[in-house]
C-alpha cells in the first residue's frame, strides 16, 4: 500500500493498532478493536473518526454564489452565513457525479466536502463550471476530524468556548479548539448527534489527542471505516460508488427533497425534470431479509422469482440485530411491505421492502434546534 496517500494522522493509527486498508486511493484504518465493538461506541458514548481523506474544495469571488446555484441541485439560496447543504452535483443526463456538503462562510466565500474516491473529478468538474468564480482545492492543507456520539457535545465543550448548544444540526461555526483554529460543523454520516471538524493539516494529531484525552472519562474511542460505514447504513445515509454513482439520478435515490427542480437552472435540470415527469423506472428502497443471510453490494434482488433489482448496500445492522439492505428495485416493487428475495450464494432468502432510516437516535432532549 506504499502508493496510496495518508492522512496526518496515519501514525497515530499504527501506534493505535489500526488495521489499515485500501479505501478511494488512501490507505485508512478500517477497524482498531472490531467493527461491532466500534459501532456500539458510536451508538452508547462517542467516537472519533480521522476522515481527512475527505476533498475541501473552496469557491470565492462575486460569482461563487451563482456558480454553486449553477453547479448543485439544492437551492443556495436558502443558505446564510454559517450554514451548511447537503447537495448533489449533476452531469447533464442527471446522473450523480457526487454528493457533497456545501459551506457558505460569506457572500463570496463558498466551500464543497467532497468524497475521497471522486476529488479530483469534482476539482475539475466544478472548475469546468465555475462561471468565473475562484476555484481552489484545500485538501492537502485542511483535516477533518468527526466527533459523533450522544456524549459528542459534552466532550467537544471542555475544549472551545463556542456554545455548542445554540449549534444548530447543519451549521457551522469558526473558533479555537482545543487551542487551535476550527471550523466546527453540526454535521455527520452516522445518524448520531455529533461535529465535523476542520482543522489545518498540522493541527490534526493535537486535535486529536485532546478529544480522546477530554473524552476518556464518556467512553470516546477511535473509529474506522468499518464501522462508519455500519453505522451510515443503519441511518440509511448513500455511498456513493455503491448507492449513488453517474448513472444514477437523485430521484431515482430517493433524494428528491435536495433537489430544487422549480428553482433556478443547474447542471441535469431539464433532465431531471423529465424523470419527475415520466416517473423514475427504478428506486432505491430498503430492504429487511426475513431469513438468515446477508445481502452484499451487487446480489440480485428477486420479486417472484425473477431478477428486478439489486444491493447496492448491505450488513448484520448491529444495533437492530438484523439484516438490512439498500437497493435498487423496478418502481412497481417499490413500495414499503412489497414481499421480493436476495439471491445470496445461490438461495432467495425472503426479505421485504421496509421505511427508512432503519434507525432514528433517540431525539428527547438531545438535538438543539434547526433544520437541515
Not at 475562484?134 to 485538501?139: G, K
Not at 462508519?228 to 448513500?238: F, G, I, K, V, W
Not at 448491505?314 to 440485530?321: F, I, S, Y
Amino acid at each position: 500500500m506504499s502508493a496510496l496517500a495518508r492522512t496526518p494522522l496515519y501514525a497515530t493509527h499504527r501506534a493505535l493498532g489500526a488495521r489499515m486498508v485500501a479505501f478511494g486511493g488512501w490507505e485508512m484504518p478500517v477497524s482498531y478493536r472490531g467493527i461491532l465493538e466500534e459501532h456500539h461506541s458510536v451508538r452508547a458514548a462517542a467516537g472519533l473518526f480521522d476522515v481527512s481523506h475527505m476533498g475541501e474544495i473552496e469557491l470565492t469571488g462575486p460569482r461563487a454564489a451563482a456558480a454553486c446555484q449553477a453547479l448543485t441541485t439544492n437551492d443556495v439560496r436558502r443558505l446564510d452565513d454559517g450554514r451548511v447543504q447537503y447537495t448533489l452535483l449533476c452531469r447533464e443526463d442527471g446522473g450523480v457525479v457526487d454528493d457533497v456538503t456545501l459551506y457558505r462562510h460569506g457572500p463570496e466565500r463558498f466551500l464543497f466536502c467532497v468524497n475521497a474516491s471522486n476529488r479530483a473529478k469534482d476539482l475539475a468538474w466544478i472548475e469546468a463550471h465555475a462561471g468565473g468564480a475562484t476555484v481552489v482545492d484545500r485538501s492537502a492543507e485542511t483535516a477533518l476530524l468527526a466527533l459523533q456520539g450522544p456524549r459528542a457535545a459534552a466532550i467537544l465543550a471542555r475544549l472551545t468556548a463556542l456554545d455548542l448548544s445554540t449549534l444548530g444540526f447543519f451549521r457551522f461555526a469558526t473558533g479555537p479548539v482545543a487551542g487551535v483554529p476550527a471550523v466546527v460543523s453540526r454535521t455527520g454520516y452516522t445518524g448520531e448527534d455529533g461535529f465535523e471538524l476542520y482543522v489545518a493539516s498540522g493541527d490534526a494529531v493535537a486535535v486529536w489527542d485532546a478529544i480522546m484525552a477530554a473524552g476518556a472519562g464518556d467512553g470516546v474511542a477511535p473509529i474506522g471505516l468499518g464501522a462508519r460505514d455500519t453505522l451510515r447504513l443503519e441511518a440509511a445515509l448513500p455511498l456513493y460508488g455503491n448507492d449513488l454513482d453517474d448513472a444514477t439520478t437523485p430521484l431515482a435515490a430517493g433524494l428528491a427533497r435536495f433537489v430544487a427542480l422549480d428553482g433556478d437552472d443547474f447542471v441535469g435540470r431539464d433532465a431531471l425534470r423529465a424523470e419527475r415527469a415520466a416517473g423514475s423506472p427504478r428506486r432505491l428502497v430498503g430492504l429487511e431479509l426475513r431469513a438468515a443471510g446477508i445481502a452484499r453490494h451487487g446480489y440480485p434482488i428477486l420479486a417472484d422469482g425473477r431478477r428486478a433489482g439489486e444491493v447496492t448496500s448491505g450488513t448484520h445492522a448491529p444495533t437492530l440485530g438484523r439484516a438490512i439492505a439498500l437497493g435498487y428495485v423496478e418502481a412497481a416493487h417499490a413500495a414499503p411491505g412489497t414481499a421480493l428475495a436476495v439471491e445470496v450464494r445461490g438461495k432467495a432468502v425472503p426479505a421485504a421492502v421496509v421505511p427508512t432510516p432503519f434507525y432514528r437516535r433517540p431525539r428527547a432532549g438531545t438535538r438543539p434546534k434547526g433544520e437541515q
